[in-house]
């Protein structure tokens, strides 16, 4: 390497150092500024909750063994295939958003799950179902958690 091109190199260095504090300082003094560290799956975790009700695995079983829930999976066909909760509805955002869903029973809480906690077919679907007046909780830590406490699971036909 030449030494202009050195020195270009340095020079250019030298500006992406200084400008970089001041670019995180200033974001840091934004009332809107970006979040540098932040957990994006927590924090959307974490909007879900503020806007769903959310049940744990053992409240959704003990509601499913009394008869008081009507479980939905937000997955995809082929994943409700594998094994899904007992009894449950495929709905997947794209039906539910044609408005497929509006006949489950508003005298049960519809308990929504997908994956786990970075899905977020389960917060989709919820969305529609609460336009259509439904009592909708999304099951915490979705299909997963309902395994790892040893839910009941059936496969389809």
């Known amino acids: ?5 050195r020195r270009a190199f340095r020079e250019a260095l030298l500006l992406v150092l200084l400008a970089l504090p ?6 840091a003094i934004r ?5 540098l560290l932040e957990n ?7 909007v879900a909750r503020t806007r ?9 079983a003990e509601l499913l063994k009394q008869g008081r829930a009507v479980f939905v999976d937000a997955r995809q066909p082929d994943a409700f295939a594998m094994a899904h909760v007992p009894k449950a509805v495929n709905l997947t955002p794209a039906q539910a958003a044609a408005g497929a869903g509006r006949d489950l029973p508003r005298d049960k809480t519809i308990v929504i799950y997908c994956d ?7 917060h989709a ?9 439904l009592d909708v909780a999304v099951l915490e830590n979705g299909i997963e958690g309902w395994i790892m406490t040893r839910g009941p699971l059936e496969r389809a036909e």
């Not at 769903?52 to 959704?60: E, M, R, V």
């Not at 679907?125 to 007046?133: F, P």
Request: net charge negative; with cysteine.
């Open 52 to 60: 769903f009700k959310t049940l744990s695995p053992l409240q959704a």
């Open 116 to 122: 786990g906690m970075a899905c977020g077919a389960s």
């Open 31 to 35: 009332p809107n500024g970006l979040p």
């Open 40 to 46: 994006f799956a927590e924090r959307e975790a974490a």
């Open 1 to 5: 390497m030449s030494w202009s091109a």
């Open 22 to 27: 001041l670019a995180v300082g200033v974001n």
């Open 125 to 133: 679907v919820a969305e529609e179902l609460l336009r259509h007046g």
